[in-house]
């Protein structure tokens, strides 16, 4: 049986290089039609990469999740699981690593990662919710990213991410 991976990068750059490729189409043709739309792809990217980010972490949390014996703690852990919104990482990655690994797991998932990739990861994370957030809750004339920003934050943070479910995977396999 092959592994399934909480982050796979080929969906979610295929999807982030289409809307760049479209974007920039029409990126120096003046026209309140083009700046609408490029107001959309930006839209858009930003979202598919947050809804990226919380379906990786879901998955990643599942990890500990199936190896409960107990079908109550299995329902209240995907219950906790399915409730995750967001994509910071002192909030949601941190909190969602403890529930699922414990105190014990988050600290040695950090310590192997490193205070600078957790930084980095923080940092651009931040970033991400910040523009996530201003693009899904109003309807600003100006948008604080493109997909180019989009992607370039995406390249920073993957490796880290893949790192971190390496080292949850080693977890588990050391734990449970």
């Given at each position: 049986m092959s592994t399934k991976y909480a982050y796979s990068k080929t969906e979610i750059l295929s999807v982030l290089s289409l809307i760049q490729k479209e974007y920039k189409k029409i990126y120096n043709i003046t026209t309140p039609r083009n700046g609408k739309l490029m107001k959309s792809y930006a839209k858009i990217a930003i979202i598919a990469i947050g809804g990226w980010l919380e379906d990786g972490l879901k998955e990643l949390a599942q990890l500990?999740?199936?190896?409960?014996?107990?079908?109550k703690n299995q329902d209240k852990a995907t219950k906790f699981v399915g409730q995750i919104y967001g994509f910071s990482?002192?909030?949601?990655?941190?909190?969602a690593i403890m529930f699922s690994f414990g105190v014990h797991g988050l600290e040695f998932i950090e310590l192997k990662i490193g205070d600078a990739d957790i930084a980095?990861?923080?940092?651009?994370?931040?970033?991400?919710?910040k523009?996530?957030?201003?693009?899904?809750?109003?309807?600003?004339?100006?948008?604080?990213?493109?997909?180019?920003?989009?992607?370039?934050?995406?390249?920073i943070i993957f490796p880290i991410l893949k790192k971190i479910e390496q080292y949850a995977r080693e977890y588990k396999r050391k734990h449970f």
């Open positions: 500990s999740i199936i190896k409960l014996q107990e079908t990482y002192r909030y949601h990655f941190s909190q980095r990861l923080s940092s651009s994370l931040g970033k991400l919710k523009w996530r957030d201003e693009v899904a809750h109003s309807h600003r004339t100006a948008i604080p990213c493109n997909p180019t920003q989009i992607i370039q934050e995406l390249n």
